[in-house]
T-cell receptor
């Protein structure tokens, strides 16, 4: 059964303190791994898509990497405005079904 | 480029009632997916519509049904509402010709009393 697990569930950082979020997945026939950011009460905002092991994508202070079993979202020198829940999802099969993890809630304190 | 929109923003219903949620896809996108997100959880896939046909369904009972219209907008209908149906309902649109990225709307918060 396809499954996505994110860790940690919650993370508190001081402004400028770099860290990484983990997304472990089990899927038959990966057709993309997606990272989203979600602010409270709002819809997820698309960040990155990764398709194959070794691939990396960057956007401002965020960098996403992919291996055959997991993905990492690295946050370099975070700012308070980076506080949000970060969701990881995988797509498998021929439909567009995304399987999400439960998310990591990040709080960055000034 | 117009993003995904959903209506209404909030909705309060009582157990046993029926509800219809609406979604307009991002311009240029012909595929719409619906997700249910309980508090503190990741979104769960309900179903997807492509060219007005259901194209995949998650583990939701038949009282969850949907439609897609020729302009690619979509409806989610839920009959015989239960307390556990209280959640944020998210609509996402995508285009098969791209990388499969799904772009989400702001969601509809449904509360069932």
């Amino acid at each position: 059964e396809d499954q996505v697990t994110q860790s940690p569930e919650a993370l508190r950082l001081q402004e400028g303190e770099s860290s990484s979020l983990n997304c472990s997945y089990t899927v038959s026939g990966l057709r993309g791994l997606f990272w989203y950011r979600q602010d409270p009460g709002k819809g997820p905002e698309f960040l990155f898509t990764l398709y194959s092991a070794g691939e990396e994508k960057e956007k401002e202070r965020l960098k996403a990497t992919l291996t055959k079993k997991e993905s990492f979202l690295h946050i370099t020198a975070p700012k308070p405005e980076d506080s949000a829940t970060y969701l990881c999802a995988v797509r498998s099969g021929n439909t567009g079904k995304l399987i999400f993890g439960q998310g990591t809630t990040l709080q960055v304190k000034p | 480029e117009t993003g995904v929109t959903q209506s209404p923003t909030h909705l309060i219903k009582t157990r046993g009632q029926q509800v219809t949620l609406r979604c307009s896809s991002q311009s240029g996108h012909n595929t719409v997916s619906w997700y249910q997100q309980a508090l503190g959880q990741g979104p769960q896939f309900i179903f997807q519509y492509y060219r007005e046909e259901e194209n995949g369904r998650g583990n939701f009972p038949p009282r969850f049904s949907g439609l897609q219209f020729p302009n690619y907008s979509s409806e989610l209908n839920v009959n015989a509402l239960e307390l556990d149906d209280s959640a944020l309902y998210l609509c996402a649109s995508s285009s098969p010709g791209r990388g499969g990225e799904q772009f989400f709307g702001p969601g509809t918060r449904l509360t069932v009393l």
